[in-house]
């Protein structure tokens, strides 16, 4: 399984930007994507999921409200839509897959693919 993000990009404060995660390989019936975020010199930090099952979705309390997680299972592509971007979200965005999840998860010990990531620089 490959996972390839794309979409990450400059933007001013208060913009918005989408990302995508294209999966290719066998993801199964039962999954979970996630998007994780690295701020320089910070932690990997949650921003949001989505599980296969009822399309479950869980956000990080700082995107709660602004960012909104959705799915393309014919595609295999789950999406971000990021929008009143603050400075504080410049970071490397990744996406990750959990092959056997059912329900959206917060815990990045779950995921077993990641992608390369991508940059979203938020200027004020």
């Known amino acids: 399984v490959q996972l390839q993000a794309s979409g990450g990009g400059s933007v001013q404060a208060g913009g918005s930007l989408r990302l995508s995660c294209a999966a290719s390989?066998?993801?199964?019936?039962?999954?979970?994507m996630g998007w994780f975020r690295q701020a320089p010199g910070s932690e990997r930090e949650f921003v949001a999921a989505?599980?296969?099952?009822?399309?479950?979705?869980k956000y990080g309390d700082s995107v709660k409200g602004r960012f909104t997680i959705s799915s393309d299972n014919a595609k295999n592509t789950v999406y971000l839509q990021m929008n009143s971007l603050k400075p504080e979200d410049t970071a490397v965005y990744s996406c990750?897959?959990?092959?056997?999840?059912?329900?959206?998860?917060?815990?990045?010990?779950?995921?077993?693919?990641w992608g390369q990531g991508t940059l979203v620089t938020v200027s004020s």
């Open positions: 990750a897959l959990d092959m056997s999840g059912r329900y959206a998860s917060t815990n990045e010990d779950r995921y077993d693919y």
């Open positions: 989505i599980g296969s099952w009822y399309s479950s979705t």
């Open positions: 390989g066998r993801t199964g019936r039962s999954y979970v």
